[in-house]
């Protein structure tokens, strides 16, 4: 594996905790953070793990600063549920043990083919936004390792997201601020390969 050497990972299925795909996030680009079932997503987590572990190796790292699975489960051991403020803290994360958490992003000028329905196109000015919290959807996004001035690490860039189940709507809504205040999910704004043009699916039947 050279070292901007790219790997397609496809996850079938998998809840949505945040998404900013009709528009932006703070850093500029769009992004959904997903949750990877560690019973049903097993073989494509796997995957996700053995080619993190050659892009280390091509980097020359044990660690990165951002890994690219977070253990939700960690996570909520790491609460300190003494207190009130904890509790609900942790009560409110509950519905993610037992997951890995991902995001996926990508720059404002290659933005993800977002489908409703297979071969459909959704028109973000048009279309209502379907990708809610709890929401199930399909996705393709590719992995690559990086050495640049922000340092080493692997990026997640999204290409192409395809509803999988919409929302239920007894799902309450999170605050995605304060929710995601301090989390180490959120990534900085990274300079990956020089020339990422790569779009699309113009010759691929994905899922």
């Not at 790997?7 to 900013?20: D, K, N, W, Y």
């Not at 050495?147 to 395809?162: A, E, F, H, R």
């Not at 605050?175 to 010759?203: M, N, Q, R, W």
């Amino acid at each position: 594996m050279s070292k901007f050497e790219s790997v397609r990972i496809s996850v079938i299925s998998a809840r949505v905790l945040f998404s900013s795909l009709y528009e932006v996030d703070k850093y500029g680009k769009y992004s959904v953070t997903i949750l990877l079932s560690k019973k049903d997503h097993s073989e494509v987590i796997e995957v996700i793990k053995n080619n993190v572990t050659k892009m280390k190796k091509v980097l020359r790292v044990t660690k990165l600063d951002k890994e690219v699975l977070i253990c939700c489960d960690e996570e909520l051991n790491d609460i300190d549920d003494s207190d009130d403020v904890g509790k609900k803290q942790k009560e409110s994360r509950a519905n993610s043990a037992g997951h890995y958490k991902l995001q996926a992003s990508t720059k404002i000028k290659f933005p993800p083919t977002l489908r409703k329905f297979k071969g459909v196109d959704l028109d973000i000015v048009k279309d209502k936004n379907p990708f809610l919290y709890g929401s199930y959807i399909n996705i393709i996004f590719d992995l690559t390792p990086y050495d640049n001035q922000n340092g080493k690490g692997i990026s997640k860039t999204l290409k192409y997201v395809l509803l999988s189940k919409a929302a239920n709507t007894e799902y309450v809504k999170l605050d995605a601020d304060e929710f995601f205040k301090d989390s180490d999910c959120l990534e900085p704004i990274e300079d990956v390969t020089a020339d990422d043009t790569s779009d699309a699916f113009e010759d691929e039947q994905p899922f």
